[in-house]
């Protein structure tokens, strides 16, 4: 979005906030674009500023909150940086405006996707691409790994393990940056305490839900077959927890139908037993 009015609402409403970074910037809004990006519950832009302004990069994200859970996602991103994992500094926040810097890399959901679009199987790709498709699937998997196992709240029952979730997780969540191999994980509003394999669950059914995935394919193979390293890479870090088979298919298969209602597709509920045998046959779990 490059709409003038636009900008002058929204830099005006900082000015307020912030007189002592964007006093100036007033002056002259032709030095800054900025650009909507995709978000379900509140409003974020990416902001290019043609030279610095102070205490800025030239480019960073501006997340204005529509809801009451800046404070929360603030704590939780900076809890984060504490223990090194990879997501975005904190620049400024005052509610409901959280100035973030701007990730350089590739949206995980797009590489997958457009890589697969057009394939049943991953030995459809080039051996190059497949390499990095695996590589991403796995820097994602240890970034989870990492998340829970620095974020565990309680460990009375190993099959009971409860974690910091990130919660409503999907790929598009994630930047990967292939020149450091790293994954930043976005978006923490929603994060909560609950069993691991909820987050894992949420992140298969990103996989498998998106396009080309289980609604445009009878037999997703190259996404099933990315679930199985997405599982196995996570599970061998992260080997003091348990994976239940059943519980994760169950899981999986609940958030597939709250897609499937909440895009209104009116093609009734899944078929718990024939997707759980179908990714059975295909990676011998």
């Known amino acids: 979005m490059r709409n003038k009015p636009t900008k002058i609402k929204i830099f005006s409403k900082l000015t307020k906030k912030f007189p002592n970074i964007f006093g100036e910037l007033n002056k002259d809004l032709n030095m800054v674009d900025i650009i909507q990006l995709k978000s379900k519950r509140n409003t974020v832009y990416e902001v290019r500023s043609t030279k610095p302004l102070k205490n800025l990069p030239q480019n960073f994200i501006l997340k204005i909150f529509k809801n009451q859970n800046g404070n929360k996602e603030v704590a939780i991103l900076k809890n984060l940086k ?4 990879s997501v975005p500094l904190i620049l400024l926040y005052e509610d409901p405006y ?3 810097e701007k990730i350089n890399g590739e949206n995980l959901c797009d590489f997958i996707n457009q890589n697969l679009l057009g394939k049943q199987e991953l030995s459809e790709v080039s051996d190059l691409i497949r390499k990095q498709l695996k590589m991403s699937i796995k820097l994602l998997a240890q970034w989870f790994a990492e998340l829970h196992h620095k974020n565990i709240i309680k460990h009375k029952e190993v099959q009971k393990i409860i974690v910091l979730n990130k919660g409503d997780t999907q790929l598009r969540d994630f930047i990967i940056n292939f020149s450091n191999n790293r994954i930043y994980g976005l ?10 394999l909820e987050d894992l669950s949420w992140v298969c059914c990103s996989l498998i839900d998106t396009n080309p995935g289980i609604f445009e394919l009878s037999e997703p193979s190259h996404k099933i077959q990315l679930i199985n390293v997405f599982l196995k890479e996570y ?10 088979f059943q519980t994760f298919a169950e899981l999986l298969i609940e958030n597939l139908n709250i897609i499937i209602k909440r895009r ?3 093609m009734g509920n899944l078929n718990k037993n024939e997707i759980i045998n179908k990714i059975i046959t295909k990676n011998g779990l």
């Open 187 to 196: 978006d923490f509003e929603n994060a909560y305490e609950g069993n691991y």
């Open 98 to 100: 959280l100035i973030l």
């Open 82 to 85: 504490k223990q090194n994992i």
């Open 235 to 244: 599970f061998t870090i992260n080997n003091e927890f348990l994976f239940s």
């Open 264 to 266: 209104g597709l009116g």
